[in-house]
């Protein structure tokens, strides 16, 4: 069964994150705010894969000198999901 969660990102332009998945595979993401160019990207290109991947991939990557980016949140929005549903 899908369900949908709304993470609050932090450092970042974004102000929110909404991820819909099953299991732990994203189905549709949509940010609110931020680059459109790049989340829109982001979401697209990150929708049919699993938490772990998208973890993978997208920890740890930064915006310039920010210490964090839209798919480092999104990436944390991810593992937010997961301790909730443990």
Do not use: W
């Given at each position: 069964?899908?369900?949908?969660y709304?993470y ?79």
């Open positions: 069964m899908e369900a949908t709304t609050i990102p932090k450092g970042v332009c974004s102000r929110q994150i909404k991820v819909t998945y099953e299991g732990e595979v994203v189905r549709h993401i949509e940010f609110v705010g931020g680059c459109p160019g790049n989340t829109v990207g982001v979401a697209r290109l990150s929708e049919g894969h699993t938490f772990q991947e998208l973890i993978d991939l997208l920890g740890g990557i930064k915006c310039g000198s920010k210490p964090t980016s839209c798919p480092m949140q999104l990436a944390l929005a991810l593992q937010e999901i997961r301790q909730k549903n443990a």
